[in-house]
């Protein structure tokens, strides 16, 4: 960039511009002392690739009248100068320098020995890498994130916002993670994809903010163009990752904006977003909601079949059965390994959820004995000599034949 004042030598020695690699000098010989048509020497001087030679590669006419040029460097606190031109040019640049280095010049002409007064000149900084961006969007520093992609050009501002951080993250997802609003708005006027995924888990940003519960950043995202319909690596959409973190209104947003249609997607483990919030979630009134939305009470994952409602009495969460019990959901279900809902309840000591679902069987859903002898699971038990599984099967239909009458 060009210096807003360039520093200049006694002899008209100057730094016009720099960057964090480099220097360019120039120098004005109508300051110094040189008459005309004085003629050069060439004894004990090396020719620069920029001496004056025309196009055709031929010594100008006049070159006889022009002087020569050297100009030395030293890096500040150095202990010796370096000759870095030398030639009848009124301009060098100086490369491969180091960032943020300060550096003397020095200028003297072939008609006075004398060195001019010493210049001082700096590099650029470096400009701001990923890291720095990754770690302004983490402490949620919104002038630092404006100085780095103010001071970086529009290629490097693109490179910067897709960049990815040892977890995988763009800085996108990171305010999304974190819930900043304000630096993910800016981000996103400076270019960042709304969708872009993170490198391992194949997430968008929509997604790292529907889990952490931030409302506002997933608004921003919606507005942004963010699609509802991405699935990350295991399958999961927005939905199950909302359901995963619990956040009612986020779950509630999230309907709203796409009613029905992710309602009963099933993840790579064939779990939708009713099975996650039972399994991994922790709110009922999540539960609640999604049942109340149309979710599948009856849904059935892919490892074991397992049932919504077997999820529930598996964990314990009484409270859930209860919910999907008023929401239909099948009490006399039995998956593919043969077990029942009962049977998962009393393997695992919950009697309580034992209880109820032997309630529903005979009392909420409207059981009678002919249709639980229909399970074969249940003809199974009534014929069955085994002292814990026969009386409990002849308690429920007993239960049942009295709710018949």
Same mark, same amino acid.
């Given at each position: 960039?060009?210096?807003?004042?360039?520093?200049?030598?006694?002899?008209?020695?100057?730094?016009?511009?720099?960057?964090?690699?480099?220097?360019?000098?120039?120098?004005?010989?109508?300051?110094?002392?040189?008459?005309?048509?004085?003629?050069?020497?060439?004894?004990?001087?090396?020719?620069?690739?920029?001496?004056?030679?025309?196009?055709?590669?031929?010594?100008?006419?006049?070159?006889?009248?022009?002087?020569?040029?050297?100009?030395?460097?030293?890096?500040?606190?150095?202990?010796?100068?370096?000759?870095?031109?030398?030639?009848?040019?009124?301009?060098?640049?100086?490369?491969?320098?180091?960032?943020?280095?300060?550096?003397?010049?020095?200028?003297?002409?072939?008609?006075?020995?004398?060195?001019?007064?010493?210049?001082?000149?700096?590099?650029?900084?470096?400009?701001?890498?990923?890291?720095?961006?990754?770690?302004?969007?983490?402490?949620?520093?919104?002038?630092?994130?404006?100085?780095?992609?103010?001071?970086?050009?529009?290629?490097?501002?693109?490179?910067?916002?897709?960049?990815?951080?040892?977890?995988?993250? *763009?800085? =996108? @997802?990171? #305010? /999304?993670?974190? %819930?900043?609003?304000?630096?993910?708005?800016? !981000? $996103?006027?400076?270019? +960042?994809?709304?969708?872009?995924?993170?490198?391992?888990?194949?997430?968008?940003?929509?997604?790292?903010?529907?889990?952490?519960?931030?409302?506002?950043?997933?608004?921003?995202?919606?507005?942004?163009?963010?699609?509802?319909?991405?699935?990350?690596?295991?399958?999961?959409?927005?939905?199950?990752?909302?359901?995963?973190?619990?956040?009612?209104?986020?779950?509630?947003?999230?309907?709203?904006?796409?009613?029905?249609?992710?309602?009963?997607?099933?993840?790579?483990?064939?779990?939708?977003?009713?099975?996650?919030?039972?399994?991994?979630?922790?709110?009922?009134?999540?539960?609640?909601?999604?049942?109340?939305?149309?979710?599948?009470?009856?849904?059935?994952?892919?490892?074991?079949?397992? *049932?919504? =409602? @077997?999820? #529930? /009495?598996?964990? %314990?969460?009484?409270?859930?059965?209860?919910? !999907? $019990?008023?929401?239909? +959901?099948?009490?006399?279900?039995?998956?593919?390994?043969?077990?029942?809902?009962?049977?998962?309840?009393?393997?695992?000591?919950?009697?309580?959820?034992?209880?109820?679902?032997?309630?529903?069987?005979?009392?909420?859903?409207?059981?009678?004995?002919?249709?639980?002898?229909?399970?074969?699971?249940?003809?199974?038990?009534?014929?069955?000599?085994?002292?814990?599984?026969?009386?409990?099967?002849?308690?429920?239909?007993?239960?049942?034949?009295?709710?018949?009458?």
């Amino acid at each position: 960039m060009a210096l807003g004042k360039p520093w200049l030598s006694d002899n008209g020695l100057r730094a016009e511009k720099r960057t964090c690699r480099s220097i360019s000098l120039s120098w004005n010989p109508d300051t110094l002392d040189i008459p005309l048509g004085h003629s050069t020497s060439e004894d004990n001087f090396n020719f620069s690739t920029d001496d004056y030679l025309s196009d055709d590669n031929t010594e100008s006419l006049d070159e006889t009248n022009k002087p020569w040029f050297e100009v030395q460097m030293k890096v500040a606190n150095g202990d010796s100068w370096t000759t870095v031109y030398k030639g009848y040019n009124k301009k060098c640049e100086v490369k491969d320098l180091n960032p943020d280095t300060n550096v003397n010049f020095r200028l003297r002409s072939e008609i006075d020995a004398v060195w001019g007064s010493i210049i001082l000149a700096a590099t650029d900084a470096s400009p701001p890498n990923a890291e720095d961006l990754h770690r302004a969007v983490h402490c949620n520093a919104e002038e630092m994130v404006l100085r780095i992609i103010g001071a970086s050009r529009t290629a490097h501002v693109k490179k910067l916002l897709a960049s990815h951080d040892r977890s995988g993250l *763009s800085p =996108l @997802m990171i #305010a /999304a993670q974190n %819930g900043n609003s304000n630096v993910l708005s800016i !981000l $996103l006027q400076s270019g +960042a994809q709304v969708n872009a995924k993170s490198l391992s888990t194949i997430k968008t940003p929509l997604m790292f903010a529907a889990f952490h519960g931030h409302l506002s950043v997933v608004q921003i995202l919606d507005r942004a163009g963010a699609e509802w319909d991405c699935c990350d690596k295991t399958g999961c959409n927005v939905l199950h990752h909302a359901v995963n973190g619990g956040n009612l209104r986020i779950v509630l947003y999230i309907l709203d904006r796409t009613g029905k249609r992710l309602l009963n997607e099933k993840d790579y483990s064939g779990w939708t977003p009713l099975m996650r919030s039972i399994v991994v979630g922790r709110s009922t009134e999540v539960v609640k909601l999604l049942l109340l939305r149309g979710a599948d009470p009856n849904a059935t994952d892919k490892v074991n079949t397992k *049932s919504c =409602l @077997m999820a #529930a /009495a598996l964990l %314990g969460k009484h409270e859930m059965v209860t919910q !999907l $019990l008023l929401a239909n +959901a099948d009490p006399s279900y039995i998956n593919a390994n043969d077990k029942s809902i009962v049977d998962i309840s009393d393997n695992f000591g919950s009697e309580g959820i034992k209880n109820q679902i032997c309630e529903a069987i005979n009392s909420s859903t409207g059981l009678l004995r002919e249709e639980l002898k229909k399970s074969r699971k249940f003809q199974h038990l009534l014929e069955s000599k085994d002292p814990v599984e026969a009386p409990l099967c002849r308690i429920v239909i007993v239960r049942a034949e009295l709710t018949s009458k």
